[in-house]
């Protein structure tokens, strides 16, 4: 079979799921998974150069477009600001309405290209970028505001790819996402099955693991079923109050610890996936 851009996506993330936990990856070792995951799919990646400048060239023309986009807006919002001046400057009620009208769709082209750029493509919760760019200072990568953060890990969830593929676990992936989502709105995808949730300014450690554990207590008494299997999934979390100016690496190490000293606690009570 030809490989396509979506299963070489496949292919890549199971390869990035089974080196997540490796000390050490050479080039050689990633080829070689890679290519141990392309024979199971039965994909065809002898034409490597061919496909990879398919891929650039996709990557290249997403990219131009947005570019493209944003230049194309950039020019718009003169216009408009040129407009605006002018109709303020003769008094003119109806140019002002018309400005407000187009700087509104304006602004909903622009928030159509920020969930292009801010959004995981598997879970559709956030990525790492929108957190940088939108909670951090760019200089020092410390949090603009005070607030409180979790961070979640799924429990076994290698099992869950080892014994029912990776299909499988994408849609782990998913229905965990929007279990978190209904928990806080703020939630991103910090790396393979790691989340990570912002809550905002006022909600203390205690209220979040409250939330969260309430939310795990009631996964634990499911079952998630996916066509003919059945399976129990549940998550380990750590939360971390931060403050203004606080550096986001040192509030994700502390959390982490926690996060693991719960996972330990967690997988006494479940120890399979049954």
Known sequence: MKADSRLLEI???ETKNTINGMDVVT???????????????????????????????????????????????????SDYTDKAIFAIKNENEKILTEVLEETQELKEEINKLKEIMYKDVLTNVYNRKWLLDTLLDESTQS??????????????????????????????????????????????????????IIFSEGTT??????????????????????KDISFKVSFSVGVQEFKKGDSLSEIIEKADIKMYDDKAEIKKRIPNLK
């Not at 070792?29 to 799919?41: G, N, R, V």
């Not at 490597?48 to 131009?64: C, G, M, P, R």
């Not at 554990?213 to 079952?223: D, V």
């Open 143 to 196: 949090f603009k505001n005070s607030g409180t953060l979790a961070i979640m890990d799924l429990n076994f969830f290698k099992i869950v790819n080892d014994t029912y593929g990776h299909v499988v676990g994408d849609k782990v992936l998913i229905f965990i996402a929007n279990l978190l989502k209904r928990v806080e709105k703020n939630v991103l995808r910090y790396g393979g099955d790691e989340f990570i």
């Open 27 to 77: 080039p050689t070792m990633y080829a070689s998974i890679f290519s141990k995951f392309a024979t199971l799919h039965d994909a065809d990646i002898d034409e490597e150069e061919s496909i990879t400048d398919n891929l650039l060239n996709d990557k290249i023309t997403q990219l131009a477009n947005m570019q493209n986009q944003t230049s194309e807006n950039t020019k718009k919002l």
């Open 205 to 226: 450690e205690k209220n979040a693991l409250l939330k969260l554990n309430a939310a795990r207590e009631n996964l634990l008494t499911k079952h998630l079923k996916i």
């Open 11 to 13: 292919i890549s993330h």
